[in-house]
């Protein structure tokens, strides 16, 4: 880690101590559960901070309440304003309501529906603005400046760093033994809370950002000494999915976390379809970074692992392409086409075959007129589920013993 840049004013341990006593009984304090699939593979206990569970269905609230709580009742009667792709839209929502202040949430114009019902459900005013965050967050602050509301950022801000921080008490109390630490991370808001927590009270502890591949802005601005913006982010993780971290953030992150990693999109995927299968845990994919960094690299985090799933908002739809894309990655789905003589009773032989390798056919096309068919072939294209790779491989060989010619689509 490098030394503290001095002109920046870390939030320090006690600040997080503060924020939690400010927040005793108004945040749920979120269970930590052990996952033993996952302490098979990384040789040592896995414990899983299930801030899905908490009000609004993510951490985003503890930081949210603590900065409007600090608000003067000059600043409470003015309106408050944030920008958010959805969960800190629910978190503001829901501390302004219960503090009795108005609140206006611009969000990008594809927020996932149910993020947005759920702002409104919770008595703000949202309104769509923008192809993305940054967008939204620009308009909110143009908001801010003509009509006097409070612009509440969602990550760069003390107060909500501190907020958000506790989540790292908490793990400290439930697993005093923890060595590695992983958290969700996109603005950086919550490691840098976390770091500041776990770093005073137990400096030997290991911190791990994770970020999305598509959507990594600070292994870049690391490297270049500096928040740097990305030119473009295309993840299925909109939670996490920010184009650049603030100064503030930056500077926790660089001094006090000690890694940054990323992880694909079929890593978010497969371990959405994890969380679901093995940990009974409905989560969204920005909240499940930290889960898909341990499962694509577990040697890499020496236990006793605690892996933050951060959010548990998740579109429906989208929850069912997810998990249909985790299957895939997972070796569980099989696209294949096969080229077959075009006679009667070709297609009933394709599918005994796969009946018999237990292969459960999910589509089957007929392709007659491709160009690439010689004169007297069918193509056929067929999706198939199978119990994983090694079944997979299974089909494959027996569909080639039978004859046919296979090729993956």
């Known amino acids: 880690m490098s ?8 939030v320090s341990g006690d600040d997080v101590a503060a924020a939690a006593a400010l927040l005793d009984g108004v945040v749920r304090r979120t269970p930590l559960e052990h996952s033993r699939a996952l302490a098979e ?26 900065r409007l709580s600090r608000l003067t009742a000059e600043e409470r009667a003015r309106g408050v304003v944030a920008a958010s792709a959805g969960n800190h839209a629910q978190g503001v929502a829901l501390a302004a309501q219960m503090l009795g202040v108005r609140a206006t949430v611009f969000m990008p114009d594809a927020a996932p529906l149910p993020k947005v019902a759920a702002t409104r459900g919770y008595g703000a005013d949202a309104r769509l603005a923008g192809a993305d965050l940054t967008e939204a967050l620009a308009t909110a602050v143009a908001y801010a400046q003509e009509t006097g509301a409070v612009f509440i950022h969602p990550f760069e801000h003390p107060d909500v760093i501190a907020g958000q921080g506790t989540v790292g008490l908490e793990v400290l109390d439930q697993c005093p033994d923890a060595a590695t630490v992983v958290v969700c991370t996109g603005g950086g808001g919550l490691v840098a809370g976390v770091a500041a927590a776990v770093k005073q009270r137990r400096p030997g502890v290991r911190v791990v950002a994770v970020q999305a591949d598509a959507a990594a802005a600070f292994p870049g601005s690391l490297a270049a000494g500096r928040p740097v913006a990305l030119s473009g982010m295309a993840t299925m993780a909109d ?38 299968e093995r940990a009974k845990l409905v989560v969204e994919p920005a909240g499940v970074a930290a889960v898909a960094a341990v499962l694509a690299d577990p040697t890499a985090f020496a236990p006793p692992v605690v892996a933050v799933v951060s959010g548990g908002n998740i579109d429906p739809v989208l929850l069912l392409k997810v998990v249909q894309h985790g299957m895939a990655a997972a070796g ?25 390798v237990g292969a459960n056919v999910l589509e ?11 004169l007297g072939q069918v193509e056929v294209f067929v999706v198939l589920e199978t119990r994983g790779p090694d079944h997979a491989r299974s089909v494959v060989g027996a569909l080639e013993q039978a004859g046919f010619a296979v090729s993956e689509a």
Do not use: M
Request: hydrophobic letters at 40%; one cysteine or more; a neutral charge.
């Open 3 to 10: 030394v503290p840049d001095v002109g920046v004013q870390l």
């Open 41 to 66: 593979r990384v040789g040592g206990p896995v414990w899983l901070k299930c801030e899905n569970l908490q009000h609004t269905g993510s951490f985003k609230f503890r930081g949210a309440y603590t």
């Open 332 to 356: 569980r789905y099989l696209r294949l086409r096969l080229h077959v003589p075009d006679r009667p009773g070709s297609l009933a032989g394709v599918l005994s075959v796969l009946a018999g």
């Open 364 to 374: 089957v096309e007929h392709e007659r007129t491709a160009t690439r068919l010689d």
């Open 239 to 276: 939670g996490i999915a920010v184009g650049s971290p603030g100064e503030l953030t930056f500077a926790h992150v660089r001094d006090l976390v000690d890694e940054v990693r990323t992880v694909s999109e079929e890593d978010l995927s497969r371990a959405l379809l994890f969380c679901l």
